[in-house]
């Protein structure tokens, strides 16, 4: 189970390291199968020490648990992100230590100065069956969305 367990968090840390499809692929399915193994592990582990007639307790109190973490890493995490990660990475040294993999682009909105337009693109615009991407033919959401189809 130790095996499993760090060579899961091996995947997880090298198929993060480059952003590609198919690293992201094979690391999902190494991840999957590994958790297979480790979650086999970990019942028979409960069913072999856990008395017969309190097996059901047991279980129902890890299930319990189990489903209590996702909330309360909400509760843990949602904070953390915004008030130290975030601003971290708006400005901060996060920008510059590790900005250029994910990056650090700015928001865009309507109120936004419009980008300049480009050449005339085959595909149809959001508002009629032909004709290049215009800002008028964009609605607000996809404005912000696509800013870059201007």
């Not at 997880?12 to 499809?21: D, G, L, Q």
């Not at 592990?41 to 973490?69: D, K, N, P, Y």
């Not at 909105?109 to 005339?120: F, I, L, N, T, Y």
Request: contains cysteine.
């Amino acid at each position: 189970m130790l095996g499993c367990t760090i060579a899961l968090w091996s995947t997880v840390v090298v198929f993060t390291i480059h952003s590609s499809i198919v690293l992201l692929a094979a690391g999902i399915l190494i991840y999957l199968l590994l958790v297979l193994f480790i979650e086999a592990a970990e019942q028979m582990i409960m069913q072999e020490t856990v008395l017969c007639e309190r097996q059901g307790r047991v279980f129902g109190f890890a299930q319990r648990l189990g489903q209590a973490a996702s909330p309360l890493s909400v509760f843990i995490f949602s904070p953390l992100a915004q008030f130290v990660f975030i601003p971290l990475m708006s400005t901060g040294a996060g920008a510059q230590l590790i900005g250029s993999w994910y990056g650090t682009g700015s928001v865009c909105s309507p109120s936004s100065p419009p980008v300049p337009a480009r050449a005339a693109s085959p595909l149809p615009s959001a508002g009629s069956s032909s004709g290049p991407w215009t800002s008028e033919s964009l609605s607000e959401t996809e404005w912000r969305l696509w800013p870059d189809r201007v």
